[in-house]
């Protein structure tokens, strides 16, 4: 039962996407056809929700396309989650994205988690996210190791070293049981942290891929997919046509 | 001492523009100067999340053009506040928008609010907004008067009705004191409502134009005004500029 | 890349064993090796917290067991989740329940879900976990149809028109946008819900079983597993023997 | 459209009218006659819980009073916010208090805010405040200087060293990105503190004297005042005279 | 071990003060030596905010001569808990009142309880009070009966009628598994009601007369007594003094 | 009017039985006659979730048999209140347990209160239960002060000084304003604590005695008592003898 994914890197660079693409090799099912995209123009990261707002039609776009070109399910590689709900809105396919994946997954591995970041900038919109997902009381600390998001796999030494520090001081400090890496791009190192600290670490590219496959499973099953009422509605293709916003954002809402 | 605020209508119609400025302007203040735009494409109404992540850009872009131009101060004009983290992140002058603006005057108002919407598809993103700015335990309810955007104005005596309506199940049922129209195409009611319900009914244009009022004279006057630290803090212009971005999605970044 | 799963009705009747096996086998995945047992003595349901209380020590023997035979992963078949805390304290292999692992699920499938119960006198200890889990922002309502957890299968007509009827009025009063069966006996009514109701609704069998195999599947490949600091701390086996529990309960604690 | 507000020092001491009216006087309207008053007996500062309730009769008198003589708003000028619902219930005008008014302008000028105070002792109080007001989500944090309310003025350059101190704190260490000044007889220290600090900083003078003045204009423009259902329902004034509650507390009711 | 406890009714009549000492002594315990008073001025009731403002010095200097002559307790005897938090500031005694009596026998007897009070005027401040003892998630909900405080002794055949109504509806369709009646002057009906309804139903004067008993015998058996930091922490008596407000408000402080 | 009171040491060692009743000896009311037991086998304490689950069918044939002897009440003495809730579902006798109890007092002794614990390994339960009885938001903070149950007595010297320091910082840097002891086997300390801390301290062995005593007047003189439906419903005696629980599992049910 083959599952075709995209994984999208909502940014206009394709630095991370073959790196990212061979982590992932490793722990997708085999079962699973991978592919990796970015886009071609827009910023190199999105650490301001600006950089965002910059990307949302291309998102869109994007996952739209491969709803299209037959995807089973669609990432959105930002541990912002940006345009989640809005792809849900107009998409049959399965899309998921790190935060609310990491949240799946950490709410059974320990009593508290801790986000771990690259800068203070970002907590204000996690914690947004994380009480609009309703699970603020799990969270233990957001921690910031002060590096952006172009520099976690430049200078891996200090970053893998400045990781392992806040996840100790979450655990010894804050009662965290579980560690989540607020970054997709701080891909990689999950594994020497969980052998350091001993306690679970999600990787916020493993989190979504894997619930992905997840929730294409229980699709195709038990026809168990996202709901089409209420926040996930889908706006009426008629309207659509009728004021053209499929050729004027070129984006194949039909 | 004069102020100069743009109202946005962040959809592709300007078939609001005449009227909203024709009843905002029994409201401003004499020595506030109130323009009013719309946008030449995108859709004619906001009921979606997918159609509001469309005008991102346009609405970033006005805003900064507005900041260029002079202006002290701009509204979004769409009840879901939609880009308004955004906006500030990127921009000096204040920016408002109608759900913040209608919390800032309701807190003082009454004890509970409701929030009279069109559609139930509204709830679930309007819920999330409380929740993002803490103000939930003050909701008395949401109510829907199942109409949409484009109905309020074309059938008055409909709208009025069902509004009067639903305002008398909220404060005899749900509690509120306070009513709030969640649609700022819901303009031109809440006298009548007023009148017919003896509770304040604050109207989702009034509130951001005054509370933009109200903010301009704070950061003139005291020099209070948004923080650019954490969740307003604005991308390094050197970065946007190395990217092109400011060319490349056609907003004055610098 | 073989799973074995144990599924334990925590209950003094084999009577659900082989029906939920078949329902099961439906959904694994092929490389499942499902297994389902049940008690030799004890209540037949567990509808109330005293009947919990008598099978935690069954339990928790079991899922030792299961660890001790190979196992992967022991599904508590409860939607209580009872003794899961208990048994994730004392085991390195997977477990899970179906409440927790129905929310892993609900939270990405839409807004708000209604959890639909047999009888109210169930609703206050879900409640009670749901704070726990710190999900309760994300309950619609609870519901209950008034039947027994000996009902469900032999009255199934019944059962059926009551759970589209409650899933209805979720849906339409109390803004629910997924559906959740809040006991394990109410397995097979999934899909002629989802038909009649156009919304997901999560079979409380079918999410612990898969979120068993997403689990195993992540430890195996990424060595994600659950934190054994905090919540889930072992008693030191010293202590254990010294005090001779192993034997005097028959648990193969080491 | 000349606006008269009576500012009300609650405290037995006119130590703080003059310079706290010369204060105002630079951020009125020039609109605003503003009138400062306080009480011919009665407590010096309100720092504790007794003394705001010896005072309670003298506000709503004052109060009361303030409406007969013409004024369209009244401030209680304690950061506790004494007997704000009280004066509600029983009067028309405008009455504002600086804690609520601080909340109205700081939630949209950063995410999360810090209160300085001048004693512990005043924490327990100003935290059940923003419970009542629904608004603790947005607090970062309390920060003490251990200055009593009559230290401020009195030792103006100890309490600005302090106060910038517990700002660049609540900043660092706890996430604040707006500061807010928890006594209104810390007034003159905001400008140098958002100098040094670079944050905006609520003055609770300021604060509630310019929301008086918006709520002021927005009831003369559009009716919207405060519901005198509920929580600011008053009592029938025949009862009032039945008992002779006017004459016994020399309160002009009617 | 003899106790002296003083009931306070805080109004200005002595409407209440023989039946309901007549029916505290049913439930005194036998040490207890049992006294009532109330005022020779202020509102006959307390349903405003405005009324309980009144009485607040009365309250106080009652309490502190209590002290004075040997009481061990005293009992604020209105449902809104006025000037609870003020006289425990201020007095070395026991100190209780309904609602937080209330909620203290409560939170043992099951899951949810509801509130009974007479008006929905009277539901804002209760709820404000939930939320500041933090057992609002307690609560299964409002019911009111609309009737006023000095309805229920003179109309008990109506009085009990809807009180029993009010009290099924809060089980049958809220969840309420525990009655509590929001006014001292509904004494009397509990008992009847609990024969009817078969659920417990705490009196709001039973409750804080008996909290009181077990209060002071705390504080005599084991020296635990309420904390005098923080919250309850005392004004200085020299700065009293110096002020000369034991003299102008009548109240020996010291 | 004599009360039977059993305290329950829910662990298989004697060791605390005799230590323990004297010092409860000295608290209890002198109608109160208190007898103290232990299990013959199980762990010697309950650090552990697993350890808990061990012992629960003992607590509830212990409480079972204490009513039939005639007991008034039962304690289950430890802070985890392990199986209150499956004991209050099946017994008519009052039940209490440290935690509720400590709980029902602090609430009206002081703002915020802080547990002090043995390990850091005790909170997640605690914590869950605060969230369940619906009182975090009155918690300051935990405290562990690293030693386990069997030191305490073992080690007073240390113990004593642990608890102290523990409880000052509480004090000093988290707010708390009363101080509770998070185990039962901490007795013996509070009057030492309350001494040189000069706030209350709540013993975990003398709340839940005296708030028994207290629930079992209130039981015999107002015939208030544990809600029988909802949560506390019991099942069925016609259930348990059909299945043969009563036998199975040697409890007297009925």
């Not at 994984?7 to 079962?31: A, C, R, S």
């Not at 921690?143 to 976690?152: A, E, Q, T």
């Not at 997709?184 to 990787?203: C, H, W």
């Not at 699709?219 to 053209?244: C, D, F, N, Q, V």
Request: glycine residues 6%; charged residues 30%.
């Amino acid at each position: 039962m083959e599952r075709r994914i995209l994984w999208i890197n909502p940014i206009g660079t394709n630095l991370f996407d073959i790196p990212m693409k061979e982590n992932l090799n490793k722990v997708k099912d085999k079962e699973t056809i991978l592919d990796v995209v970015s886009f071609e123009k827009g910023p190199s990261h999105l650490e301001y929700q600006v950089y965002e707002a910059l990307v949302g039609t291309d998102i869109l776009r994007t996952i739209k396309n491969a709803e299209k070109q037959g995807y089973d399910a669609a990432v959105i590689g930002c541990f912002y989650d940006p345009f989640l709900s809005e792809a849900r809105e107009i998409s049959n396919i399965v899309v998921t994205a790190p935060a609310e994946s990491s949240m799946a997954i950490a709410i059974s591995l320990g009593h508290k988690f801790t986000i771990i970041v690259g800068r203070k900038k970002w907590i204000p919109q996690m914690e947004e996210n994380l009480l609009r997902y309703g699970l603020k009381e799990r969270l233990a600390s957001f921690k910031s190791i002060d590096l952006g998001v172009l520099d976690f796999q430049n200078k891996k030494e200090e970053t893998e070293k400045r990781l392992i520090e806040a996840g100790r001081e979450a655990i010894e400090e804050d009662g965290a049981e579980v560690l989540i890496l607020g970054c997709t791009a701080e891909f990689g190192f999950y594994r020497k942290m969980q052998e350091s600290l001993n306690v679970p670490v999600i990787d916020a590219t493993i989190a979504p891929l894997k619930y992905a496959e997840f929730l294409v499973d229980l699709k195709r099953l038990a026809g168990i997919k996202h709901s089409r009422i209420g926040k996930y509605e889908s706006p009426p293709y008629t309207e659509i046509k009728a004021w053209g916003l499929d050729r004027m954002f070129n984006i194949p809402f039909e």
